[in-house]
């Protein structure tokens, strides 16, 4: 195999074939091919996207470069929950807690930050001690004592996309549906999984910025997870707005905290519920959608999905009560309106790369993300703003960050004078 040959075909608009294919991204894990040539490749498979064989070659080099997980002694449903990426999105820490108080098993491989997206898995490593990288045999004893489990790509497990997705992350090549597939279903696929509920998100804070393109994203996934025997369930939810009240690292597990008491809002709860749903009514525990969200609420009442968020976090060698002494941050800023009005419109985006500025998505390899640093949104789109009122609260334990940040916020949140129409938060 020839790196630039294969780089050189795809760049013009060739195919590649399954050999190919393999040989490249082996060639990545065994050092043949260089993070220069993947990034050339990653490029050309952006710019000139992926026929069916080549993506389903793709999901499966990147299945295959590490182990697939087995539970053959399990009598539980088991399933996982995945979204396609955005800005406060904490789904998954909510979420899974409930589902597993459910005796559904959940057993969760997540990423790092992305491009503008925060992380799941830096999120958790906010709380002191918790480990995201055990050993396969370690996981899967988690997932049978806590009913979920929470960990990020390995050498054991998806090596290949760890090694991508860092890369795609720091080249601008994450918006891409072949590479996104290839990213999320080996994660899911390797997993040992049943069944899957997928959050594909549209809007401008997100990849997909378009219906169009979230649905062809959407069929695209639901086609590889049926090809792998896994019962995928589809919902499109919005990302026009940061989700919660919050984006950031320690900030978004507070928040997770508050939503299993109970006093988690609207827009977040609501897509945790509908996703939550789709993952009880595939495993049975539920028969009906309403069913469905009513066996969560209970759970949420009773404390039962905070107790199983904090066992899991005990499990996972996490030190709740170290949590809050250790994510104080040292500076705080209040942006206010430029102008008194209505909020017509939220730059997402532009809002997730001010968190990245803040310290909380790596930037480039030796980075070290600042676990105090997010934003709260203290109003969001639609709201009426007074001149004197502050909009949002950003804060961070680094003050050049937070005023670099803080002077150009202010220009992502757009006043107007005219109510929006706000689309849906569940399409
Ligand atoms: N989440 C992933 O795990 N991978 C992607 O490419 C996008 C979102």
Redesign the pocket.
């Known amino acids: 195999m020839i790196p630039a040959n294969l780089i050189s075909k795809k760049r013009d608009g060739h195919h590649l074939n399954k050999d190919e294919i393999n040989s490249f991204f082996n060639g990545y894990l065994s050092q043949v091919v260089t993070d220069a040539q993947m990034s050339a490749m990653l490029m050309a498979i952006y710019f000139n996207g992926m026929n069916d064989d080549e993506t389903f070659s793709l999901v499966n080099v990147m299945l295959n470069s590490g182990t697939i997980l087995k539970f053959p002694q399990s009598n539980s449903y088991i399933c996982d929950k995945?979204?396609?990426?955005g800005v406060g999105d904490k789904v998954s820490l909510i979420l899974a807690p409930i589902v597993a108080a459910a005796g559904i098993k959940i057993p969760m491989i997540?990423?790092r930050g992305?491009g503008f997206?925060g992380g799941t898995v830096d999120k958790l490593e906010s709380i002191p001690g918790f480990d995201v990288s055990p050993d396969l045999d370690i996981f899967k004893q988690w997932v049978e004592k806590s009913g979920y489990a929470i960990m990020s790509q390995s050498n054991e497990i998806c090596p290949a996309?760890k090694k991508i997705?860092d890369l795609?992350s720091k080249t601008g090549t994450?918006s891409s549906i072949p590479?996104?597939c290839g990213?999320?279903m080996s994660?899911k696929i390797a997993e040992g999984i049943s069944g899957l509920a997928l959050d594909i998100k549209i809007g401008n804070g997100t990849?997909m910025k378009t219906k169009e393109e979230a649905i062809k994203l959407g069929s695209w996934m639901e086609k590889i997870g049926k090809a792998f025997n896994i019962k995928t369930d589809l919902t499109y939810t919005n990302m026009d707005q940061p989700l919660g009240r919050f984006a950031g690292l320690s900030c978004e597990i507070k928040e997770a905290i508050e939503c299993l008491k109970g006093n988690g809002p609207d827009d977040l709860m609501t897509v945790t519920l509908e996703l939550g749903s789709k993952l009880l009514l595939q495993s049975g525990a539920a028969t009906s959608r309403s069913d469905a969200i009513n066996l969560q609420t209970e759970i949420i009442n009773t404390g039962r999905g905070l107790k199983s968020f904090e066992n899991s976090v005990e499990t996972q060698g996490g030190r709740l009560d170290k949590f809050d002494s250790e994510n104080k941050p040292k500076h705080e800023a209040f942006i206010y309106p430029e102008k008194p009005g209505i909020i017509t419109n939220m730059n997402t985006e532009s809002i997730g790369w001010s968190l990245v500025e803040l310290g909380c998505v790596m930037k480039n390899n030796n980075d070290i993300l600042d676990h105090t640093a997010g934003m709260e949104f203290l109003r969001k789109t639609g709201d009426q703003v007074k001149h004197n009122e502050p909009i949002c609260r950003i804060f961070c334990s680094n003050e050049k960050k937070l005023d670099t940040v803080s002077r150009s916020l202010s220009s992502a949140i757009i006043i107007g004078e005219d109510h929006p129409r706000n689309n849906p938060i569940i399409y």
Do not use: M, Q
Not at 82 to 85: F, M, Q
């Open positions: 995945h979204s396609t990426g997540a990423g992305l997206t996309d997705y795609r994450v590479l996104i990213s999320i994660k990849f």
